[in-house]
């Protein structure tokens, strides 16, 4: 069987413009158009059938191929940060899941092995949750296995295999008061300001009563209209993280009367639109012994497992939840210690030649994952054995 990594090399140009294309013209949750076409056209232009703006979701799209047997999904994510485009690399992301996705489809269709393959576009992960959303519109039914990874600093390995999450709780929080003229009379007001403020010092403060691992931030994203006018409605957008969903929630209900607590000494009121949960991570050790394994073949310095929990999140973490699933971390390189995702050093970095081959070394470790997957009956019936002791869910 030709290699995983011969048949990536085939297409190094391909998804090397694919890749490039991508981190060039960044594009926020649900607005990546260029990256939708981009990853489309490409496809097609390989002979594969696409399905454009699919599950109701504009900018996903969705390819498969095979007959019968199991089916492994890699999911391609691609949208960017507001100001700091790909400073999270998910053009390697979707890089990877592309060359990923080639190097099974072309090992089904030259060995003969029963099974299917499908590259999922997934987008507006940075808060958006265009999993939760794939999830409802069933995108995941009847599927074995979930692959795809993320790019991270190096710390002296290429990768983990085991990367851990955290769940993640948002919200938009309103602030309602009343107009007044701040030089004039501003005794007649209630300034929804003021109460944005205390909310935000309050949030801070509670940091030092939560956890360690756990961690709050917020922005006021609406702070007023004009400084002589008392503000009418002020808005605070915050993120909630913590190891599991309850201890979540527990700390979700400190945050809510922090805000409450705000608005009614600044004689406002207040509503809180909250986003749908990013569950923690949680990869099937199953999958993570097996990319393992995989890694060490192919010469790559992987870690197993890593002790700490990450204080990032992901939808991915949803995904999880409803199936086996691999979420690896891959590393590359970086100026400095101090650049990690979310900078604007990462996003250089997310754009180099290094990062991308790092990419590619590491699909062609995801693909051979994904292959055992489709070869090998008993190895999916652990899986699901596994996911339903876990989740206690039925396939």
Same mark, same amino acid.
């Not at 029963?114 to 995941?140: C, D, F, Q, S």
């Given at each position: 069987?030709?290699?995983?990594?011969?048949?990536?090399?085939?297409?190094?140009?391909?998804?090397?413009?694919?890749?490039?294309?991508?981190?060039?013209?960044?594009?926020?949750?649900?607005?990546?158009?260029?990256?939708?076409?981009?990853?489309?056209?490409?496809?097609?232009?390989?002979g594969?059938?696409?399905?454009?703006?699919?599950?109701?979701?504009?900018?996903?799209?969705?390819?498969?191929?095979?007959?019968?047997?199991?089916?492994?999904?890699?999911?391609? @994510?691609?949208?960017?940060?507001?100001? $700091?485009?790909?400073?999270c690399?998910?053009?390697?992301?979707?890089?990877?899941s592309?060359?990923?996705?080639? =190097?099974?489809?072309?090992?089904?269709?030259a060995?003969?092995?029963?099974g299917?393959?499908?590259?999922?576009? &997934?987008?507006?992960?940075?808060?958006?949750?265009?999993?939760?959303?794939l $999830?409802?519109?069933?995108?995941?039914?009847?599927?074995?296995?979930?692959?795809?990874?993320?790019?991270?600093?190096?710390?002296?390995?290429?990768?983990?295999?085991?990367?851990?999450?955290?769940?993640?709780?948002?919200?938009?929080?309103?602030?309602?008061?009343?107009?007044?003229?701040?030089?004039?009379?501003?005794?007649?007001?209630?300034?929804?300001?003021?109460?944005?403020?205390?909310?935000?010092?309050?949030?801070?403060?509670?940091?030092?009563?939560?956890?360690?691992?756990?961690?709050?931030?917020?922005? $006021?994203?609406?702070?007023?209209?004009?400084?002589?006018?008392?503000?009418?409605?002020?808005?605070?957008?915050?993120?909630?993280?913590?190891?599991?969903?309850?201890?979540?929630?527990?700390?979700?209900?400190?945050i809510?009367?922090?805000?409450?607590?705000?608005? $009614?000494? =600044?004689?406002?009121?207040?509503?809180?639109?909250w986003?749908?949960?990013?569950?923690?991570?949680?990869?099937?050790?199953?999958?993570?012994?097996?990319?393992?394994?995989?890694?060490?073949?192919?010469?790559?310095?992987?870690?197993? &497992?890593?002790?700490?929990?990450?204080?990032?999140?992901?939808?991915?973490?949803?995904?999880?939840?409803?199936?086996?699933?691999?979420?690896?971390?891959? =590393?590359?390189?970086?100026?400095?210690?101090?650049?990690?995702?979310?900078?604007?050093?990462?996003?250089?970095?997310?754009?180099?030649?290094? =990062?991308?081959?790092?990419?590619?070394?590491?699909?062609?470790?995801?693909?051979?994952?994904?292959?055992?997957?489709?070869?090998?009956?008993?190895?999916?019936?652990?899986?699901?054995? @596994?996911?339903?002791?876990?989740?206690?869910?039925?396939?």
């Amino acid at each position: 069987m030709v290699s995983a990594m011969e048949t990536i090399r085939k297409y190094e140009e391909h998804l090397w413009q694919v890749n490039q294309q991508i981190h060039s013209n960044p594009e926020l949750a649900y607005e990546e158009v260029q990256a939708h076409n981009t990853l489309c056209d490409v496809l097609e232009s390989l002979g594969y059938t696409v399905t454009r703006h699919a599950y109701g979701l504009n900018t996903s799209f969705e390819v498969e191929v095979g007959t019968g047997g199991g089916l492994v999904v890699y999911n391609a @994510e691609y949208d960017a940060l507001p100001e $700091i485009g790909h400073a999270c690399g998910h053009n390697l992301i979707a890089t990877s899941s592309l060359a990923a996705f080639l =190097a099974t489809a072309e090992a089904i269709a030259a060995n003969g092995i029963e099974g299917r393959v499908r590259l999922l576009g &997934t987008p507006a992960e940075e808060g958006g949750g265009g999993k939760i959303n794939l $999830i409802k519109a069933g995108a995941y039914k009847g599927v074995d296995a979930c692959l795809m990874g993320h790019p991270g600093p190096s710390m002296g390995a290429d990768g983990v295999a085991g990367a851990r999450c955290m769940a993640r709780s948002g919200a938009t929080v309103t602030f309602h008061g009343l107009n007044a003229h701040a030089g004039n009379a501003p005794w007649l007001g209630r300034n929804a300001l003021d109460a944005t403020v205390a909310a935000y010092t309050n949030i801070s403060m509670l940091r030092q009563q939560v956890a360690p691992n756990q961690r709050i931030h917020a922005i $006021i994203s609406k702070g007023g209209d004009k400084p002589n006018v008392i503000p009418h409605l002020t808005e605070l957008q915050l993120f909630v993280r913590a190891e599991t969903e309850t201890e979540l929630q527990d700390t979700v209900k400190r945050i809510i009367a922090c805000c409450e607590g705000a608005a $009614i000494a =600044a004689g406002c009121t207040v509503d809180f639109d909250w986003l749908e949960n990013y569950r923690e991570l949680q990869c099937s050790d199953i999958l993570i012994d097996n990319f393992y394994r995989n890694s060490q073949e192919q010469k790559q310095n992987y870690i197993k &497992t890593f002790p700490k929990v990450s204080g990032a999140s992901t939808d991915q973490g949803n995904v999880s939840y409803e199936l086996p699933s691999l979420h690896p971390g891959f =590393a590359i390189d970086v100026e400095s210690s101090k650049i990690g995702p979310h900078h604007p050093g990462f996003e250089k970095a997310a754009g180099t030649r290094q =990062a991308f081959e790092s990419s590619l070394r590491f699909a062609s470790i995801m693909a051979a994952t994904g292959l055992e997957v489709l070869q090998d009956p008993e190895l999916r019936s652990r899986l699901w054995a @596994e996911h339903r002791e876990r989740f206690g869910k039925v396939e």
